[in-house]
């Protein structure tokens, strides 16, 4: 079976660090994806690691280990229209989604 | 705009009634997705369409059923729906359906079964 494990909630002060971190079991495992939903939206992708290593778009980046099964979603200098849902992703297989509250 | 979009946004239904949700993509893409999204729980994904073939039914029951008429369209049919089936129901596609592919997903359809 497939599961991805990511906490479920996480509350931060504007201009702070969140790390979202994603622990998966998955057969054929191909990579580590992350999508922001925010409250009534849709999913929308935010980045992708196939590779080992750290991926930096903006402020986001993305983090993989295959060889632990884990990754992270690093969000900085947050901003209040980061408050959302972040989701892991294996292609087709999905976390429960952390959401990120972002306070004043 | 994700270019995917999904009509309708709302809808309430008896559990004797039969509605059909539609998805249409302006992306040019070959494969489309059903998933189901519930409070608190993982993505769900129901269907997948590569080229309007279906490739994949995730032991999805029988009063769903999906059409793909071609590769810009996608409805899912309902019928005899339960209350538990209330959730939001989203549709995604992408370029084909190899698992390094974004998708890119529609705002979905709240649907409340009474």
């Known amino acids: 079976g497939q599961s991805l494990e990511q906490p479920s909630e996480v509350t931060a002060v504007e201009g702070a660090i969140v790390q979202i971190n994603c622990t998966y079991q998955?057969?054929?495992?191909?990579?580590l994806s992350w999508y922001q939903q925010h409250d009534g939206g849709a999913p929308t992708f935010l980045s992708y690691n196939a590779l080992d290593g750290l991926e930096e778009t903006g402020r986001f980046s993305s983090f993989l280990s295959r060889s632990d099964s884990y990754g992270y979603l690093l969000l900085q200098e947050l901003q209040m229209k980061d408050s959302a849902s972040y989701f892991c992703?294996?292609?087709?297989?999905f976390g429960a989604g952390t959401t990120v509250t972002v306070r004043a | 705009e994700t270019g995917v979009t999904q009509t309708p946004r709302h809808l309430v239904m008896g559990m004797t009634n039969k509605k059909s949700l539609k998805c249409e993509q302006h992306?040019?893409?070959?494969?489309m997705y059903w998933y189901k999204q519930s409070a608190k729980k993982p993505l769900e994904l129901m269907f997948v369409y590569n080229f309007k073939e279906q490739t994949e039914n995730n032991s999805v029951p029988s009063r769903f059923s999906p059409e793909c008429p071609n590769s810009s369209h996608l409805f899912l049919h309902l019928h005899t729906l339960q209350p538990e089936d209330s959730a939001l129901y989203l549709c995604?596609?992408?370029?084909?359906?190899?698992?390094?592919?974004?998708?890119?997903f529609g705002p979905g359809t709240r649907l409340t079964v009474l």
């Open positions: 992306l040019g893409h070959n494969a």
């Open positions: 998955t057969s054929g495992f191909y990579g």
């Open positions: 995604a596609s992408s370029q084909d359906s190899g698992r390094e592919d974004t998708q890119y």
């Open positions: 992703a294996d292609k087709l297989s």
